[in-house]
């Protein structure tokens, strides 16, 4: 259930509405839409309750329809969220770019693609330590050891780190490194997870599923903040379908989608869409076109030798030039890369 507030009701009004629809054990979660306040009823209200609220003083109306995600509704805020992460804001006017290795692999190979990415305008370094193979005879991360070298490429080159989580349990080790905890495609619906982020207050970086909807994606996005982190960024990486000319299929309707109907940034992965190197500056390119707040870009200085997703990782000069193809798109649409603040 809904309720619009009429735009004079009164403070002590508004007061007396939320007292009464708490007092029938319902949770309630008031939000600024462009018109006037929004308040989402969140439980299930017994009989006759949404005439009783309809009839308060102060309210305008009462929607019965029940509200699927309150908290990460476009309505439920007057402007779009920012997140801020280490130093960097995304979801503001500037266009953030976050780039590194998909896996940690070793110091040198780290601080290389660190220096590099920081060189060329990322904001933020993403390598995975705890990394969720298709197959458990994959190279499965550096764990720990992996994270330590985040903090240490972080210390050399000013940029804040993000890392995935693939367990609850180690939400607290991961939050002694890392700036972002990224939540994987794979694990876009482990909803245990999705509580465990949300009862912290570390930044999350929430990707889509593979094979999940805009509207899943928004409802996992829901138990995250429901649980009481609001600071979430949702990423869309490429959708299964029929096609195989690519990795995945860039959903790029997501993002103009997203921004009508939730208030959290969103970033494009162009990286896992594609799953080739050649395909990533287009896809990047179209992703800030169709209004994204940011990338995420796979980047190796041997990409020949990763020991996870190089056919898709930029080489370092690769990054360069998409980056400066990115930056035209960027500036035409007034959202300027970001830069971290010196
Ligand atoms: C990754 O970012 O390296 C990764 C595993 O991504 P996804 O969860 O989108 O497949
Ligand atoms: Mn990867």
């Known amino acids: 259930m809904i309720a619009s507030l009429s735009d004079n009701c009164t403070l002590a009004q508004k007061a007396a509405i939320l007292r009464f629809i708490e ?3 319902l949770r309630v979660h008031v939000g600024e839409a462009g018109a006037g306040t929004i308040v989402s009823i969140i439980g299930n ?17 009462v929607s019965l329809e029940a509200p699927r995600y309150p908290f990460v509704a476009r309505e439920a805020r007057s402007a779009p969220s920012t997140v801020r992460v280490s130093d960097v804001v995304i979801g503001g006017r500037g266009t953030a770019v976050i780039a590194g290795p998909c896996s940690v692999e070793s110091e040198s190979q780290l601080l290389t693609i660190a220096r590099a ?12 330590a705890f990394k969720p193979r298709t197959s458990p005879y994959s190279f499965q991360g550096l764990g720990e ?11 050399e080159t000013g940029l804040g780190v993000v890392s995935e989580v693939v367990a609850p349990e180690d939400i607290p080790l991961m939050n002694r490194y890392v700036d972002m905890l990224q939540v994987g495609s794979r694990n876009m619906q482990n909803f ?18 593979l094979m999940s909807t805009i509207e899943e994606l928004l409802l996992a996005a829901e138990y995250i ?5 609001p600071r979430v960024v949702l990423c869309e ?8 000319a690519t990795r995945g299929t860039l959903d790029i309707s997501a993002v103009p989608v997203l921004k009508e109907r939730t208030h959290l940034p969103v970033l494009i992965d162009p990286s896992h869409a594609a799953g080739k190197r050649s395909l990533v500056p287009s896809l990047a390119a179209a992703g800030i076109a169709a209004g994204a707040d940011g990338l995420i870009i ?19 000069d690769g990054f360069a030039e998409t980056m400066e193809l990115v930056g035209k798109v960027a500036d035409a649409l007034g959202r300027p890369l970001a830069v971290v603040p010196a």
Request: zero cysteines.
């Open 237 to 244: 990486r490429g959708i299964r379908s029929f096609e195989t």
């Open 117 to 128: 990415v920081a060189k060329e305008g990322a904001v933020l370094l993403r390598g995975g």
């Open 23 to 25: 007092s029938h054990g």
């Open 298 to 316: 796979e980047v190796h200085d041997r990409p020949d030798e990763a020991l996870s997703d190089g056919p898709q990782s930029l080489t370092l």
């Open 145 to 155: 050891q992996g994270l330590a070298l985040l903090a240490l490429a972080r210390e």
């Open 192 to 209: 245990r997870l999705l509580s465990a982020v949300g009862e912290q207050p570390t930044p999350v970086l929430l990707k889509r599923g």
């Open 45 to 61: 209200p017994e009989p006759g309750l949404g005439e009783m609220i309809a009839a308060l003083p102060g309210v305008e109306s």
């Open 225 to 229: 903040v429901a649980a009481g982190n």
